[in-house]
């Protein structure tokens, strides 16, 4: 009897044992089996998410749609906690001293950034030039300037002078001169001079007037080219070379080609400085995203990005208030140009980003810098939790841009968010060069949409925080193309009238009414393309916070070359468009692709609270991931935490678990007892 009662317990016992393997093991297999496939890639050996759920050991009647749903739910928590950059960041602060004077260093060469991109704009201020016809002084030096032109320049039907057109010089005394006059015309032939102008701008430095004003636009078309390369350019060297030493470059190239313009001695070597520039200006814009991208996380990713830019906008008023107070154009680039000179203390302060030296094989380094910004922080990182920061793959990443071809989920990221940004390159050009056609103050059209900007960025704090990156971007993009629609709809503010002799003539008795109604138009239309302007600030904000957290680390500065690419060729395409006859053809296309924008936008994943991808193998997972967390969403009614969510899981499949492993407990037990009746020696 005491043979038979201790098997029995012996039998309980190992039951038992089994029970708590068989929970432990049950609980461990979701995590490990969710911690596989999201690491899948690492161990060189891919299964899709489907495959791996269905090799998950669970009951049959675990696989109900709505446990289904709360599995992939899990599965993109456990992908989410699996980011060991940000488990580190999380130790090291996520937006202490480090990071908040990691975004300080950003100020100043955003406003830079904006100083000598839009500079152009007041080198060309409009110029009333006549010919220098200075060879009469040598007949007669006590002339004025009045008699000078008077005598010398021809007049048009209304009475002015003709600034392209002089008379030829002759050798005859001044009384001659003054009694005969002069008939034949020539054009002219020492140049001008501008007797109305009191600031010194490039038109007349230059002498870019009578035949020679395409040269103004020849600067924007070199100036749009240089961003055109440096995108195409600079993104990649941003991935090869790192971020430290890309915004090293730009800064030296801010410093050389962007301060140096104020000592251009031809108009062919300001071109060539403007089109190095803005290369130089691009490089910085891609590596400085990509550097808090990789630096910062969550939230405070997206304020810092967001800060950035209106610091951009800021910029802008700086180069205006400059602009009204400073008569010589070079004393506009010597001032605006000279706080470049303090970022060359960046060579010391700036950091690389540890994403990126990560996955060049630099794992000391990494660690190095990660200590650093945890020591300025007053933290310390636990050395289990550096130890796990290890190459994927046990090897150095590589990828290039015919990944951009060869990856699917990358080629469809790159062509949506490419047209995006031609369509807000495209539509801000369009809108600012309409603004023009107003006669609107120089000064106002840069001013107003610059203080604008600024309330419309920070409202992309809000924006984002309710509605993800990829509503907001919908969103301000709708808001735009709005603002297009009611400008192309809306008469351009002419006065109308009766037809008469082929002219417009107003009625008397309306004119007052007409005219009042033109203003109206007319101040209706300008409002309508500062707003749309306002909302287009806003997109393009939300777009470089939502393309940078879209793109893997391996390739993210690649990509935003790419997209700021599509920017340029956008812009080009707004300054020939708009030279067109038909006056609604920019705002037309304007509006068709935003909508077209629109569309595709929705094409894409939601990338808020995700982590980011680092290489290709983990960006492919993870867009797969995100497309099944998405359709859960909208099966599965999200009112409880992620902890409760994961315990529904573990506690549904844990129950079947136990029923089945009692009643195998049960059944063995009373195996036991029949042969313990057989063998019993007590009991014969």
Request: glycine fraction near 6%; proline fraction near 4%; aromatic fraction near 10%.
């Amino acid at each position: 009897m005491v043979v038979r009662c201790g098997r029995e317990l012996a039998g309980a016992c190992s039951a038992m044992r089994s029970l708590g393997k068989d929970r432990a093991a049950l609980t461990g297999s979701v995590s490990s089996q969710l911690a596989t496939e999201n690491n899948c890639k690492v161990k060189q050996r891919y299964h899709h998410p489907s495959e791996t759920l269905n090799q998950l050991e669970v009951p049959e009647h675990i696989h109900s749609p709505s446990l289904e749903m709360l599995l992939r739910r899990l599965r993109a928590m456990e992908a989410q906690q699996d980011d060991k950059f940000a488990s580190i960041l999380d130790v090291v602060g996520k937006f202490g001293t480090f990071q908040r004077r990691l975004v300080a260093l950003t100020f100043i060469p955003n406003i830079l950034l904006a100083f000598f991109m839009f500079a152009d704009i007041f080198m060309f201020t409009a110029q009333k030039p006549y010919c220098n016809t200075s060879w009469i002084l040598a007949i007669d030096p006590n002339l004025s300037e009045a008699e000078q032109l008077n005598l010398t320049l021809p007049r048009e039907p209304n009475g002015s002078f003709q600034t392209c057109l002089m008379y030829l010089p002759v050798a005859w005394d001044l009384d001659s001169i003054i009694q005969f006059g002069l008939n034949y015309t020539v054009s002219c032939q020492d140049g001008w001079i501008y007797p109305e102008t009191k600031k010194r701008s490039l038109v007349n430095e230059f002498d870019l007037v009578c035949g020679k004003e395409s040269n103004m636009e020849g600067v924007q078309t070199m100036f749009l080219a240089g961003l055109l390369i440096g995108s195409l350019i600079f993104g990649f060297v941003s991935d090869k070379l790192g971020r430290y030493p890309t915004i090293l470059m730009s800064l030296l190239g801010l410093i050389i080609f962007g301060f140096g313009a104020a000592f251009v001695n031809t108009f062919h070597q300001y071109l060539f400085f403007r089109f190095v520039v803005s290369q130089a200006l691009v490089c910085y814009a891609i590596s400085s995203v990509c550097l808090a991208t990789e630096w910062l996380v969550g939230q405070h990713r997206a304020h810092a990005i967001i800060l950035e830019h209106c610091f951009f906008s800021m910029g802008v008023m700086f180069l205006t208030g400059l602009a009204y107070i400073l008569p010589h154009w070079r004393l506009l680039f010597l001032v605006g140009g000279a706080p470049v000179f303090p970022l060359i203390s960046y060579i010391w302060m700036l950091p690389e980003s540890p994403r990126w030296l990560m996955l060049k094989g630099k794992l000391g380094a990494a660690k190095r810098v990660l200590c650093y910004a945890a020591s300025v922080n007053e933290k310390t990182i636990p050395l289990s939790l550096l130890d796990k920061l290890q190459l994927p793959g046990k090897k150095v990443t590589k990828a290039s841009v015919l990944d951009f071809y060869n990856n699917r989920h990358l080629r469809k990221v790159t062509l949506v968010m490419g047209c995006v940004w031609f369509t807000v390159g495209y539509s801000y050009f369009t809108m600012s060069l309409k603004l023009k056609d107003f006669g609107v103050n120089i000064n106002l059209t840069q001013v107003v949409p610059g203080l604008m900007e600024v309330p419309a960025r920070l409202c992309c704090i809000f924006l984002l925080e309710l509605m993800g990156r990829k509503w907001s971007l919908i969103l301000t993009l709708f808001q735009g193309s709005l603002m297009c629609l009611l400008i192309l709809i809306l008469p351009p503010g002419e006065m109308e009238g009766e037809q008469m002799g082929g002219s417009l003539v107003p009625h008397p008795r309306f004119r007052w009414a007409e005219h009042y109604l033109a203003i109206e138009l007319k101040s209706m239309m300008v409002l309508m393309i500062v707003l749309g302007e306002f909302s287009l600030a806003a997109s393009a904000s939300v777009f470089f916070i939502y393309t940078a957290e879209l793109l893997p680390t391996v390739l993210r500065a690649t990509g935003l070359g790419l997209v700021s690419l599509a920017w340029a060729a956008g812009a080009i395409s707004s300054l020939v468009v708009i030279q067109q006859k038909l006056t609604f053809l920019p705002i037309f296309l304007c509006c068709i692709s935003a909508f077209l924008a629109l569309f595709l936008c929705s094409l894409l994943p939601e990338t808020q609270d995700q982590p980011l991808s680092d290489t290709l193998e983990h960006y492919s997972l993870q867009m797969r991931n995100v497309a099944e967390e998405l359709f859960t969403k909208e099966v599965v009614v999200d009112d409880g935490t992620d902890e409760v969510t994961k315990n529904t899981i573990l506690n549904s499949m844990i129950q079947k678990s136990d029923m089945d492993i009692l009643s195998n407990v049960s059944l063995q037990d009373a195996s036991l007892q029949g042969r313990g009746e057989e063998t019993d020696p007590l009991n014969n």
